[in-house]
């Protein structure tokens, strides 16, 4: 799997370094619950606002301790605030987008030469770019 983010995407996870593990999407939606006077039951109604939380994992394995401890310095200042999150499924031809994202949490620490970092996203809606016909 492969992930992208920004105006000018920037990879954040690859096939092979840096990995991608923990994939999480959250999806939520926006539901009105109104008790009613003397009724068993509320009025339930979906406001249809999409909200999705993706959160993953990436390992990345640097040259030297002194590169790893930069990353994590540095990484996080160097991500924009915001843009579109894109995450290839492994085919390499299928995608998912989450347009406009804003970028909640990038921790990353270092173990050794190792960095681990964790993201956390929320947009909109996540949609699907199928493959193209040939």
Not at 9 to 35: F, Y
Not at 62 to 84: I, M, W, Y
């Amino acid at each position: 799997m492969k992930v992208t983010y920004g105006t000018t995407p920037v990879t954040l996870a690859d096939a092979a370094d840096p990995a991608l593990s923990a994939l999480k999407i959250n999806g939520r939606r926006v539901v009105q619950v109104e008790p009613l006077l003397r009724s068993t039951t509320a009025f339930i109604a979906s406001r249809a606002n999409h909200q999705t939380t993706v959160t993953f994992t990436c390992t990345k394995l640097h040259a030297t301790l002194q590169a790893a401890q930069e990353f994590c310095c540095v990484h996080q200042s160097a991500l924009a605030d915001d843009g579109d999150l894109v995450i290839w499924a492994s085919d390499g031809l299928t995608s998912f987008t989450l347009a406009d994202a804003c970028l909640q949490v990038c921790e990353s620490h270092a173990i050794g030469v190792t960095t681990i970092t964790d993201y956390s996203f929320t947009g909109a809606k996540l949609t699907v770019t199928p493959p193209e016909d040939p």
